[in-house]
């Protein structure tokens, strides 16, 4: 019987098991915990397994783990681009997989008092770890200018300029606190649903919630050190949920494999790039099946990228 929580399986559970291979005795890091799922079949399957969470209400969910798994299972809150320090905390040098599933999790969603749901009225936070800056600092406090950049570069909302407009004459009369209210003028201002699939405030409050959380500084940092910390033979696994993620996991495992382009015949490269420090598993991103997306419509958008470690240094990344 699994111990993660009984109404939550992980996206692509089987799938990222599968990639990672584990067997007793792999150390494998769990970069995103959430309520559980990857690390518990990383456990029942003989791994030894950190989990990393950045939400510290994930934490509830590691005692049963614990238990269960003494000495095998270690829990850490914290940010998984600073797994180094997180192994270097339970005198592990490195591991042999390391799996991530990102952005925001079911329970985060279905707990309104987050804030992260259009669907469920709350406080408009969003905050994943509880500090810093909510969504309702910036969507009251932040340039007109520049609220149009974040739906824009982190929502690919085509109507940015148009919705932060109407935000900042909105919030001039009243502030923004909650998530319903946040919704139903995104709503308006885009002229109601009209039959759309999604709900028109879809793309806002993702790009808010990317933007509260630096949720692509954290994936390209994130990705940087599991290549540091994964052995020569160690797998990394990641699932995304939306383009803009899927297009870092691509653009780095490209890179990283020695794919990218190196010039033409016409025009050979002057010198060659770092040995490649990654093969790739398979070549196109994995969907889940029909069968999985049918029984859980959330993962309808999900895609799995993996790739093995070979034994090239780690690629130098810019400060």
């Given at each position: 019987?699994?111990?993660?929580?009984?109404?939550?399986?992980?996206?692509?559970?089987?799938?990222?098991?599968?990639?990672?291979?584990?067997?007793?005795?792999?150390?494998?890091?769990?970069?995103?915990?959430?309520?559980?799922?990857?690390?518990?079949?990383?456990?029942?399957?003989?791994?030894?397994?950190?989990?990393?969470?950045?939400?510290?209400?994930?934490?509830?969910?590691?005692?049963?783990?614990?238990?269960?798994?003494?000495?095998?299972?270690?829990?850490?809150?914290?940010?998984?681009?600073?797994?180094?320090?997180?192994?270097?905390?339970?005198?592990?040098?490195?591991?042999?997989g390391l799996a991530l599933d990102l952005g925001v999790s079911s329970m985060q969603l279905d707990e309104a008092e987050r804030g992260f749901?259009?669907?469920?009225?709350?406080?408009?936070?969003?905050?994943?770890?509880?500090?810093?800056?909510?969504?309702?600092?910036?969507?009251?406090?932040?340039?007109?200018?520049?609220?149009?950049?974040?739906?824009?570069?982190?929502?690919?909302?085509?109507?940015?300029?148009?919705?932060?407009?109407?935000?900042?004459?909105?919030?001039?009369?009243?502030?923004?606190?909650?998530?319903?209210?946040?919704?139903?003028?995104?709503?308006?201002?885009?002229?109601?649903?009209?039959?759309?699939?999604?709900?028109?405030?879809?793309?806002?409050?993702?790009?808010?919630?990317?933007?509260?959380?630096?949720?692509?500084?954290?994936?390209?940092?994130?990705?940087?050190?599991?290549?540091?910390?994964?052995?020569?033979?160690?797998?990394?696994?990641?699932?995304?949920?939306?383009?803009?993620?899927?297009?870092?996991?691509?653009?780095?495992?490209?890179?990283?494999?020695?794919?990218?382009?190196?010039?033409?015949?016409?025009?050979p490269p002057d010198k060659a790039g770092p040995e490649p420090s990654f093969v790739?598993?398979?070549?196109?991103?994995?969907?889940?099946?029909?069968?999985?997306?049918?029984?859980?419509?959330?993962?309808?958008?999900?895609?799995?990228?993996?790739?093995?470690?070979?034994?090239?240094?780690?690629?130098?990344?810019?400060?």
């Amino acid at each position: 019987m699994s111990t993660a929580s009984p109404a939550h399986r992980s996206v692509l559970l089987d799938e990222v098991v599968d990639c990672i291979a584990p067997r007793p005795g792999l150390r494998v890091v769990d970069g995103t915990f959430g309520a559980g799922g990857y690390s518990s079949a990383l456990l029942r399957a003989g791994a030894d397994v950190l989990a990393i969470d950045r939400d510290p209400t994930a934490a509830r969910f590691g005692p049963p783990l614990l238990e269960a798994y003494p000495g095998r299972f270690h829990l850490a809150l914290g940010r998984f681009s600073e797994v180094e320090d997180h192994l270097e905390a339970i005198g592990w040098t490195g591991c042999e997989g390391l799996a991530l599933d990102l952005g925001v999790s079911s329970m985060q969603l279905d707990e309104a008092e987050r804030g992260f749901s259009f669907m469920r009225d709350g406080p408009l936070d969003m905050r994943m770890e509880g500090e810093g800056q909510t969504a309702a600092d910036l969507v009251n406090t932040a340039e007109k200018a520049e609220l149009a950049r974040i739906f824009w570069l982190y929502g690919e909302e085509r109507a940015s300029r148009h919705i932060a407009n109407v935000l900042v004459r909105r919030r001039a009369e009243q502030p923004f606190a909650r998530t319903a209210d946040l919704a139903e003028t995104v709503e308006r201002a885009l002229g109601g649903r009209r039959g759309a699939p999604t709900h028109p405030a879809t793309r806002v409050f993702q790009a808010l919630r990317i933007a509260v959380n630096d949720e692509l500084g954290e994936l390209e940092a994130g990705l940087a050190a599991a290549e540091r910390v994964l052995v020569a033979g160690g797998r990394l696994a990641v699932v995304t949920f939306h383009s803009l993620e899927d297009r870092i996991v691509k653009a780095f495992f490209t890179e990283r494999a020695g794919r990218t382009p190196s010039g033409s015949r016409h025009l050979p490269p002057d010198k060659a790039g770092p040995e490649p420090s990654f093969v790739l598993l398979f070549n196109r991103a994995r969907p889940p099946s029909e069968a999985e997306t049918a029984q859980n419509p959330r993962a309808r958008s999900a895609k799995l990228r993996a790739a093995e470690r070979t034994a090239a240094p780690a690629w130098r990344t810019a400060a």
